[in-house]
């Protein structure tokens, strides 16, 4: 079975513009997550998916930060008006949902932000 | 509000001895606590998870765990490392209607 994906695995952009990047999580899998590893820092919880719920968004840095997740699958987190402090290690991860059950990552978005 | 501690930012072994990489923590209710590890330009591998039941757990490669409700700790433990056991450590806790919060990580080095 396949496991967590995301693309793109690498993003080079310009300070200012917009990215996407893109989570495909387990199939079935009704959480989804989004957290930030910055060089030399943990895992920073950015945002949470559960079914059909509202997104628990307490952990996105600012307004330029926002996500999706269309049909319950696919998420897609959006940075607009990148800058510097914003690169990082995005990573995804999928659970069945519980907060006792196991989230499976993904291999992760490094973006570099010139 | 719920926090994870790994005192220590690298643990160095040498192949065949046990190693150890702490971790402690702070929850206001019942802590359900998690190992995973981190190879170079991966993402995270879960190891074990501690629920409830029984305090020593046992998870993948070898390794094993103790929840110690009186001193807040999950130390995650190894009877013999191998090399291959080097990479970057993470303990994560969360208790209920939170999510899941992640210590700064530990680099586990294993010489031969």
């Known amino acids: 079975g396949a496991g967590v994906s995301q693309s793109p695995s690498n993003k080079v952009t310009e300070k200012g513009k917009d990215v996407e990047l893109r989570c495909d999580p387990i199939?079935?899998?009704?959480?989804l997550y989004w957290y930030r590893q910055s060089l030399g820092q943990g895992l920073e919880f950015l945002i949470y998916?559960?079914?059909?719920?509202?997104?628990?968004k307490s952990g996105l840095p600012s307004d330029r930060f926002s996500a999706e997740r269309t049909g319950g699958s696919v998420s897609t987190l959006t940075i607009q008006r990148t800058q510097q402090e914003d690169s990082a290690v995005y990573l995804c991860a999928s659970s069945w949902g519980s907060e006792t059950d196991t989230q499976y990552f993904g291999p992760g978005t490094r973006l570099t932000v010139l | 509000a719920q926090s994870v501690a790994q005192p220590e930012d690298q643990v160095n072994v040498a192949e065949g001895n046990p190693l150890t990489v702490k971790c402690t923590y702070s929850?206001?209710?019942?802590?359900?606590l998690f190992w995973y590890v981190q190879y170079p330009n991966r993402g995270l591998q879960f190891l074990l998870k501690?629920?409830?039941?029984?305090?020593l757990v046992k998870g993948s490669y070898g390794f094993e765990a103790e929840f110690n409700k009186s001193q807040t700790s999950f130390h995650l433990k190894k009877p013999s490392a191998l090399v291959s056991d080097s990479a970057l450590y993470f303990c994560?806790?969360?208790?209920?209607?939170?999510?899941?919060?992640f210590g700064k990580g530990t680099m586990l080095l294993v010489s031969p």
């Open positions: 501690y629920i409830t039941g029984d305090n």
């Open positions: 994560a806790v969360r208790e209920r209607y939170s999510t899941l919060t």
């Open positions: 199939s079935g899998h009704t959480a």
């Open positions: 998916f559960q079914g059909n719920s509202a997104p628990d």
């Open positions: 929850v206001s209710g019942n802590p359900y």
